[in-house]
């Protein structure tokens, strides 16, 4: 009896490790450089979602930032990632989205401030606001030509070599702090290339919010006359806003908050056209942005919303 019980709990064992090797994975490409005649290379992953191989159906795409962070915990910078593949699993389960890949670009390393911080912003700047940009970026403004990378070729790259939806209802970009920034810039700049952004922790201060002072109300104002020049109304696009109140996070709510306010008056009806979520005792760091990427993602690209 006694070794009949223990051959029954080895097969129970053995088919429960076979459920769990059998659960869907999807199934990442790397492509350590992939060459720009905007930025020189970068490094990219792509995950395709489960069943992406056995199929023929087409596929929305989300470009998301410091894809270092996304995916594997042993390349990532803080021992922290966003499981998002595991997220886009998740929500496809349940039903709540279409499946969709995504397209992962790591960051530039040192010189990640100037790649994601919004060119046509810093433009506008004043001296002494711009002074304080240069000490930050470390170097001349990138993010025209970043965007450029991901407009004119990594998108065509990526449509021509997988089952994409090309068009912009189901194409998205997200990113987190700097990150979040650049995927607004991408948003009002490429209006007829993304539908979506998922700005996180949105870095509205653009270097460190202890050294602006008396500078904010001049920042916030070419913030104001940025959106409403270059971002515009909704016209069917959506945004994701959120921020949490520790660390870096704490000093987001008073920008987001006036920035909320043009949102609304160009148009941007909160709940349809964006929304901007404040996650207490969130911190700004890759596990509270992995806690909340279901909303983040289920919002986004909700199935009522297309």
Known sequence: MIRLILLVAAMLLSASSGQAAAQPV??????????????????????????????????????MHDAENLFFVEKSNFNKIWA??????????????????????????KDRARTY???????????????????FANGP??????????????????????????????TAVIGSS??????????????????????????????????IGDLQ??????WKSYLVERLGPPRGRRIWF???????DQFYGPWQSQIDIVLDKMGWQLGRDRTSRIYPGAAHEENAWAARLDAVFGWLMARHAR
């Open 26 to 63: 999807g199934r990442f490409v790397d492509l350590p450089a992939v060459h720009s005649d905007n930025i020189g290379s970068a490094h990219v992953t792509i995950w395709l979602p489960p069943g992406y191989d056995r199929g023929h159906r087409r596929y929305g795409v989300v470009y």
């Open 84 to 109: 998002a593949d595991k997220s886009v699993t998740r929500l496809t389960a349940a039903g709540a989205i279409d499946p969709v890949i995504i397209v992962g670009i790591y960051s530039a390393g």
């Open 117 to 135: 911080l919004p060119q046509r912003l810093y433009d506008t700047l004043t001296p002494a606001l711009r002074a304080k940009a240069d000490g």
């Open 141 to 170: 403004i990138r993010s025209d030509a970043y965007l450029k990378f991901l407009t004119a070729e990594l998108k065509p790259m990526i449509d021509a070599t997988y089952r994409t939806r090309p068009d912009r209802r189901h």
């Open 178 to 211: 700097m990150g979040g920034l650049i995927s607004l810039y991408a948003i009002a700049e490429y209006p007829t290339v993304f539908g979506m952004a998922g700005c996180v922790s949105t870095h509205w201060p653009l270097f460190n919010p202890t050294e």
């Open 217 to 222: 109300p001049d920042l916030l104002a070419a």
């Open 242 to 248: 959120d921020h949490g109140d520790q660390t870096l």
